[in-house]
């Protein structure tokens, strides 16, 4: 990525003091147009901390937090409180903030696979259809900065990988800025331009295959890790439907996808069924 273009968003050795303790210290973190960063790291190591210090929801105590000159970021965040008492239809819930002409919001909500549910309330959607709904809804402002707190929490596996395919779908239709947390290392290693393993600070960054060759990733995921890594090899070779089902490098569709029915080379891999 050429450093004469000006990132989106970025810390400079940012850190936050909360409750009497730096809850994350030293983080550079740059976020260019058209590139996926996701960040990666244990339980509280600090990634929607940084997340929100980038995108200027947290103001850091030490370093610097810059944000491109009226950057407009669709988030969604880990939690997304819904008012029980309020009556809130999706199609609504597309709307809330800018009103788009319906066949819009119709066109983002079938690319996410919910527009089944255009008119249903939120409140009675399941936690994974909640979730497409909410990138539906990031998805509509075509924001500069795309910023997902855990996007696939709640979605099933098939369609986990799914969803990935559409962020990535829709950063290279948009050119715009993304960046995600995940836990979900093997499809993360796959979709990443660069990753950024924190745990209060920044134990390794760089190309997913350079950080899953880092003594101090292999520490902090152990055998996961390893695991991602072979995924990661051959993860390139099909492309998940927003039904679930899996279409091969051949062209041919299944319902699922695992190593030993055909469609993979096997010739870098470590091992063990997957479901993409
Ligand atoms: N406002 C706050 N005041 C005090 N402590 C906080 C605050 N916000 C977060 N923390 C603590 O800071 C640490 C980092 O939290 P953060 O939510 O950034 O972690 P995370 O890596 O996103 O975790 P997870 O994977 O569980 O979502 C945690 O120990 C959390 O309890």
């Not at 400079?12 to 550079?28: F, Q, T």
């Not at 979605?155 to 990988?161: P, Q, T």
């Not at 990535?168 to 948009?174: D, I, L, P, S, V």
């Not at 062209?251 to 029915?261: A, K, M, R, V």
Request: proline share 4%; net charge negative; glycine share 10%.
């Amino acid at each position: 990525m050429s450093q004469q273009i000006e990132p989106l968003i970025s810390l400079k050795s940012a850190g936050v003091y909360r409750a009497k303790r730096w809850l994350i210290r030293d983080i550079n973190l740059e976020v260019y147009p058209g590139e996926i960063v996701t960040l990666i790291g244990p339980n509280g190591s600090g990634k929607s901390t940084t997340l929100k210090t980038a995108i200027g929801l947290e103001k850091p105590d030490e370093g610097q937090a810059r944000r491109k000159k009226d950057l407009t970021i669709g988030y969604v965040p880990q939690k997304f409180h819904i008012d029980g008492t309020m009556p809130l239809t999706v199609r609504r819930l597309m709307s809330l903030t800018k009103s788009y002409p319906n066949d819009l919001i119709e066109e983002t909500l079938k690319s996410v696979g919910v527009l089944e549910y255009i008119d249903a309330s939120v409140q009675t959607l399941s936690g994974g259809e909640l979730q497409r709904a909410l990138i539906a809804r990031a998805f509509i402002a075509k924001p500069d900065l795309l910023v997902l707190d855990e996007p696939v929490q709640g979605v099933d596996y098939a369609g986990e990988a799914a969803l990935y395919d559409m962020i990535e779908a829709f950063r290279a239709e948009t050119g715009c800025g993304i960046l995600l947390i995940s836990h979900d290392l093997h499809v993360v290693m796959a979709k990443t331009d660069r990753v950024l393993c924190l745990n209060g600070h920044v134990c390794c960054t760089g190309t997913p295959e350079r950080v899953v060759n880092d003594p101090q990733y292999l520490e902090l995921f152990g055998a996961r890790a390893t695991e991602s890594v072979a995924l990661y090899r051959h993860d390139h070779d099909h492309t998940h439907l927003v039904d679930g089902r899996v279409m091969h490098k051949d062209g041919s569709i299944t319902d699922h996808c695992h190593n030993h029915d055909g469609h993979h080379d096997h010739s870098a891999e470590k091992g063990g069924d997957h479901a993409g």
